[in-house]
């Protein structure tokens, strides 16, 4: 199932997507979609509504190094343990809106991710298993950095943390087997300008979805609609005022912006 929220023409809701192509549509749900979903019988053509970014986290965990490849190309060694750091909600933007280049950095990249999103009763001090089934669904995302300030910075805050350095979206897919996509091996691509700048699979994560979230759930509680990043295969590279950027994940959909000068 497809689970986005959108903006239509009376206001901002989630809705269930049904179909594919022009004759898509959009069926409004009653409150959150975390319980038992119950749609309020109003549908819009998928072409009449706007898809914002599909969820509003309290925090977004991300996990550094977390493929080889990635790791060895910024010259680091992949680490015992999932290294983690914070984006703060304020980052996060849906798909089609703008990324953002803040004056203050001359290399910002991107990092093409699949994005877990938890689901209810939210995780606390789960092992692996338990963590299965606290995950809600899966994204696309794109951990946008500064990378000059990560380097420069002790902590990855500053690089990781403007504004709309977290496009999140198109939207979030419940169960990607419905789709004959298994999580564990899903390509997780990034395009700018239409040309392929990473090529990667999730099968080459040091740590598996379950495993991170089980590992954050250790550290703090993640909350219903929190997102753990994933991590990113090799290939990042830098980002330029008019490009777009695409991030794909296989079974999931593909999320797209464009990148714009600081205001």
Same mark, same amino acid.
């Given at each position: ?7 239509? =023409? ?5 809705? #269930? ?58 010259g680091n060694e992949v680490p015992k343990e999932p290294l ?10 849906? =798909? ?19 994005a877990v999103v938890i689901g209810l009763p939210g995780a ?42 977290? +496009?999140?979206? +198109? ?34 994560? #040091?740590?598996? =979805? ?13 909350? +219903? ?35 714009? =000068?600081?205001?």
């Amino acid at each position: 199932m497809r689970i986005a929220r959108i903006a239509q =023409p009376t206001g901002m809701s989630f809705a #269930v997507l049904e179909g594919e192509g022009p004759g898509a549509t959009a069926a409004e749900i009653e409150g959150h979609p975390f319980a038992q979903i119950e749609l309020t019988g109003q549908r819009w053509a998928l072409e009449d509504v706007r898809l914002l970014a599909p969820i509003l986290p309290s925090k977004v965990v991300c996990v550094g190094r977390n493929y080889a490849e990635h790791a060895a190309e910024l010259g680091n060694e992949v680490p015992k343990e999932p290294l983690i750091f914070l984006k703060p909600s304020t980052s996060v933007v849906g =798909p089609g809106e703008h990324i953002r280049l803040p004056a203050v950095s001359d290399q910002v990249e991107h990092e093409a991710e699949l994005a877990v999103v938890i689901g209810l009763p939210g995780a606390r001090g789960l092992d692996r298993e338990a963590a299965k089934g606290s995950i809600f669904g899966y994204t696309c995302a794109n951990d946008v950095t500064a990378r000059d300030l990560q380097q420069q910075d002790v902590q990855f805050t500053r690089a990781k943390g403007f504004d709309s350095f977290c +496009p999140l979206g +198109p939207w979030i897919e419940t169960d990607p087997l419905e789709n004959g996509t298994d999580v564990a091996d899903a390509e997780v691509r990034c395009e700018v300008g239409g040309e392929v700048r990473q090529l990667g699979s999730t099968k080459d994560m #040091v740590f598996d =979805p379950a495993s991170l979230v089980a590992y954050v759930s250790q550290i703090m509680t993640l909350l +219903p609609g929190d997102v753990v990043l994933t991590g990113t295969p090799a290939g990042v590279g830098p980002l330029q005022a008019g490009e777009t950027v695409s991030v794909s994940v296989a079974g999931i959909g593909t999320l797209s912006n464009k990148v714009v =000068p600081s205001e």
